[in-house]
C-alpha cells in the first residue's frame, strides 16, 4: 500500500513556505492566488492542480483567501521529480471529486480500506498523467463532451442544443470538436450509446436484461433503428453481441 494522507484546508490567505518528504498533489477548489517555488510565481485558480515533488520547497499567498483539497503520497511514477508540474482539472473537476472520494474513504469503516485508497490513488495519478500527455483540451470542446457523457442515456438530449451553449455557432464547434476529438459531436454520441450497449449486451446472461430494454438504456427510443445503427456499427445484430471475441 502506498502511504497516503488526504486532506482539505480551511479558508487560507498565506501558507508559509515548506516542503514534504513525500509528493503532494494539491487541487485548489476556491479562490485566486500564487504559488511560488524557487525564484518561480505561478498563478492559480478554482480547478488548478499542482503535483510537488518531495523537498521543493513552495508557498502559496492568496488576497481574498483559498481552499484546497489535497493527497501526500510516497510515490508518483513519471512525473518531473525536480520541479512542481501544473495542470487544470477537468470542466467535470474529476480529480478533485475522486479526491474528495478518497478522502471520505480515509474515515471511513471499510475491511477493505486500504486497497480502496490504493485504486483511487492510482485512477487520480493516471487522470493526471493523461491531462499531461494529451494537453489541454480547449474548454469549449471539453464542456460539450461532458455534456454528451453525462446526457448519451436521454434520447431526448439534443447535440444541437448542446452546441448551443456559450452562444458560439454550431458550425464552427463542430469542425473543432472533430479536429479534437477525432468525430463528430453526433459521432461521438453514437459511439458512447453503441460502446454501451455492447457492455450491457454482453452481460445479458446474467442481467436478463431484453434487447428492447438495452435499446431504452442507451438513449435510443426505437429498437428498430437502434439494430439498424449497432450493425452498421459492429457488423452484427444487437440480439447476437455476445461480446468482443477474445
Not at 1 to 6: A, G, P, S
Request: net charge positive.
Amino acid at each position: 500500500m502506498k502511504d497516503l494522507i488526504v486532506g482539505k484546508s480551511a479558508l487560507t490567505f498565506t501558507h508559509h513556505e515548506h516542503e514534504h518528504d513525500t509528493w503532494e498533489i494539491i487541487v485548489n477548489t476556491k479562490g485566486n492566488g500564487y504559488l511560488t517555488f524557487k525564484d518561480t510565481k505561478r498563478p492559480f485558480r478554482e480547478g488548478s492542480i499542482v503535483c510537488i515533488p518531495p523537498g521543493v520547497a513552495h508557498r502559496k499567498d492568496s488576497p481574498d483567501g483559498y481552499l484546497d483539497i489535497w493527497v501526500q503520497t510516497s510515490d508518483f511514477p513519471s512525473l518531473d521529480k525536480t520541479k512542481p508540474t501544473f495542470l487544470t482539472d477537468d470542466t467535470s473537476g474529476n480529480i478533485a471529486s475522486l479526491i474528495n472520494i478518497l478522502y471520505s474513504v480515509q474515515y471511513a469503516r471499510l475491511p477493505n480500506k486500504d486497497s480502496v485508497k490504493d485504486s483511487l490513488t492510482d485512477s487520480i495519478q493516471q487522470l493526471i498523467l493523461a491531462r499531461i500527455t494529451k494537453g489541454r483540451p480547449d474548454p469549449r470542446v471539453e464542456a460539450i463532451m461532458n455534456r454528451i457523457i453525462h446526457n448519451f442515456h436521454d434520447p431526448a438530449f439534443s447535440i444541437d442544443e448542446c452546441l448551443c451553449v456559450g452562444g458560439y455557432c454550431q458550425d464552427h464547434m463542430r469542425r473543432l470538436f472533430r479536429e479534437q476529438v477525432g468525430k463528430t459531436p453526433r459521432e461521438y454520441l453514437t459511439y458512447l450509446r453503441i460502446k454501451s450497449a455492447k457492455k450491457l449486451l454482453a452481460a445479458r446472461g446474467s442481467s436478463k436484461y431484453s434487447v428492447s430494454d438495452i435499446c431504452a438504456m442507451v438513449g435510443f427510443n426505437d429498437v428498430s433503428y437502434f439494430s439498424r445503427v449497432f450493425k452498421k456499427e459492429t457488423g452484427i445484430a444487437p440480439s447476437e453481441y455476445h461480446g468482443e471475441k477474445k
